[in-house]
């Protein structure tokens, strides 16, 4: 049960980072389809920066650096050159992975995977009874979740320019009349998109592993936009999303493990939280739908 | 009032969009605490000039100054400052905030600092909210809140900002009747408050009503500087906006007698129709309405009273719960729209610019996509482009649609020209019954006569029209019988010779 928890909070803990982080940009009218990527820049950066200076946090500050210049560009290429946001958003996506696995075999001659020199501080490890034990093992960053869950919605909800945000995505002819700066304004809430997406990159690389593999982020970007989608925009629904979305993968992990030698097949139980995730998505669809048109 | 304070002058101010010279140098000033209204055509270069005010473009040359302070560097921050700020004709409350948080974010008064407690906002606003006399709770949504309640948070959301002068560009477009009045008896509170008023006009009727002061632009040059309003006469005002010599048959008088008494059949029926409420409005309730051939049918009232459920039904972009919708005498009530056009529905749309055309397609795309169909070799051949830019431009050359190319988009026109442009490919071949939403809306009176004109030959070649508008002297001018709608009703039917005070206070529901 306790280990089931930990797990839990450990799939989730990248997905709402990436997510709340992505909510800045959807928020702005970005459907950010770059964050699978930016992930994957971020926890092979953590890995790349930590191994060749020795300090996680050196690694972490590296994968910061990288995203915000990847977001810059990012933003160079839909604001001021008019680029398609999901065509680019998908071509980043694609130079992440590509670039990663480029850089590891040019620097560190690893090919597929390769294993980190650092890792990120576990407050409480080993064996533990009471309520620790549903802590343990859980990396610096997963224990700040809830601060930077909060510092989200502070931002997003009781901010001035959590109002200029939701203005320049939802209504930009308001954002101008009221005389903000729309492109500076996507600009800003795509370099925090690029920042969280780095916490969440090195959550996946250092949180608990330590080890960068090829495409590990596997999609979490995607179910990331999901959970958003999924929480409506708003920050704390969307920060259950993730849990939930950590939970079905936790219940993948788990029911994979005491299958054991039955019959199901492996690559069933691995799509259950993929599967999970469209019915309820699903679902949510449905019901919105009938609440739109009303009865 | 000779020596009255000049709080706003321009000298020499142009505006160019490219190579288009929207306002040509234009001098001229505007004296403090007194109704000024300005004037002219579409694309006369009003609201050209009024933005370039309120610090939202540059000017392409020249000099102007904001209570004696010459503005170098024009934002709209630095006009608010001076204390000068305009209410759009566009609301610019963005929809799925709450009233407190919209205000909070376009007003420059700002209540909250880079963080906020939403109960602090919620309240310092409700004050204001108080102070202004406006009934609306700080916590409601603006997508929720009627048209007129809009345009108040829109007022209030510039003088929460401390605005001396208050730029208005076409307030009235979108008010009932009634609205109309209230909002004239707020601006006239707000003159004797001292602030200075600026209003972009369409209609004199209204001008005459409330301004002290007229100003005149046509094609973007000031053919009247701002003029005591006693000083100068309907006619030639009119004359001036139309530009002199242009004799257009005003709204008033048009009254021909329609073609009656020979054997006229009803073209469209609705009996019992009811729906399902909309987002933004709601159900139709058992309506039953007859559309005679060689008529008018104005259909009145507020906005959000069902209009647009009562197109949609009959169009068939909604369907009905129960009832039955008849058209040249058949049971259409489960056809789709293009089924109802192939038997001779045609419609002009609410919004020319969502609904009515396709912006990026080009002109002759516009006008003949909907019945490609017909101009296929075979059955399942290639279509004869030939024939169909050669129908469109048949098409737009008899509805007088101005235009360089056949290739050019439709977002390139103006909004009259896109007007005819949707009029030509309903009607270029004569239509039988026809839906005319708002036909007019945000028209010149220039093309508005034009639309008048075409509507008024429909129905002497034997069409059946609907007309759902809500500007009273186009439905009074038009209809030959007037239906009002409230919550989704037919609430009252009235033959001329029509009474707007009747007929306002049927739209509102008001007890006489």
Known sequence: ?295 | MASAEIVLRCEEIAVAYGDVQALQPTSLAFEAGRIHALVGQNGAGKTSLARVLAGIIQPAGGRYWIREEEIRESSVQQARKLGLDIVHQRFTLPPNFTVAEALELVSARKYAGAFYSYGALRSAWLRELRRADIKVSPSAKIRDLPIETNQSLEILRALAGQAQILILDEPTALLSPGGVERLFARLRQLRDAGVTLLLILHKLREVMAIADTIAVLRAGRLVLPPTEIAAVSEQRLSDLIIGEGASVEGPAGATETRESDKTRTVNLSLAGVNTRHSETEPALAAVSLALESAEILGIAGVEGNGQRSLVDVLTGLMSARSGRVELLGQDVTDLKHHQRRTIGLRAVPFDRVTEGLSLPLALWENVTIWNAENFRRSRFGPLKIGAMREAARLALEAFDVQYESLDQPAGSLSGGNMQRLILARELAQGARVVIAAQPTRGLDFRATQYVWGVLRQLRQAGASIMLVSSDLDELFSLSDRIGVMRGGQIMAEYAPPFDMQVIGDSMIGAAR
């Not at chain 1, 560009?73 to 958003?89: C, Q």
């Open chain 1, 1 to 295: 049960m306790e280990q089931f928890v930990v797990t839990t909070i450990r799939l989730s803990a990248p997905l709402i980072f990436a997510g709340l982080g992505g909510l800045f940009s959807v928020r702005a009218g970005i459907f950010h389809i770059g964050i699978e990527g930016l992930m994957l820049a971020g926890a092979f950066a953590t890995v790349a920066f930590g191994t060749a200076t020795g300090s996680v946090w050196l690694g972490i500050l590296g994968a910061i650096a990288v995203n915000l210049i990847l977001s810059f560009v990012y933003w160079l290429l839909i604001d001021r050159f008019g680029a398609d946001m999901i065509i680019s958003g998908l071509g980043l996506t694609t130079l992440c992975v590509g670039g990663a696995a480029f850089l590891m075999n040019a620097l560190f001659n690893k090919r597929g995977s390769m294993t980190s020199a650092v890792r990120l501080p576990q407050p409480v490890v080993g064996p533990q009874e009471g309520l620790l034990a549903f802590v343990s093992e859980l990396s610096i960053l997963a224990w700040l979740l809830p601060v930077f869950v909060f510092i989200v919605w502070l931002l997003l909800r009781r901010s001035r320019l959590g109002l200029q945000i939701a203005a320049v995505g939802e209504y930009p002819y308001a954002a101008e009349a009221a005389g903000v700066d729309i492109s500076r304004t996507k600009l800003i809430a795509m370099l925090i998109t690029g920042l969280c997406c780095a916490l969440a990159g090195a959550e996946l690389s250092v949180g608990g592993l330590a080890a960068f593999s090829e495409n590990m982020t596997n999609g979490r970007g995607f179910i990331a936009l999901a959970a958003i989608l999924f929480g409506s925009l708003e920050p704390i629904r969307t920060t259950l999303a993730g849990l939930f979305f950590g939970l079905a993968d936790a219940v993948g992990i788990n029911s994979q493990i005491y299958a054991g030698e039955s019959n199901i097949p492996r690559q069933f139980i691995l799509m259950i939280p993929f599967i999970a995730t469209m019915i309820f998505v699903t679902l949510r669809g449905a019901f919105a739908h009938r609440r739109h048109s009303g009865g």
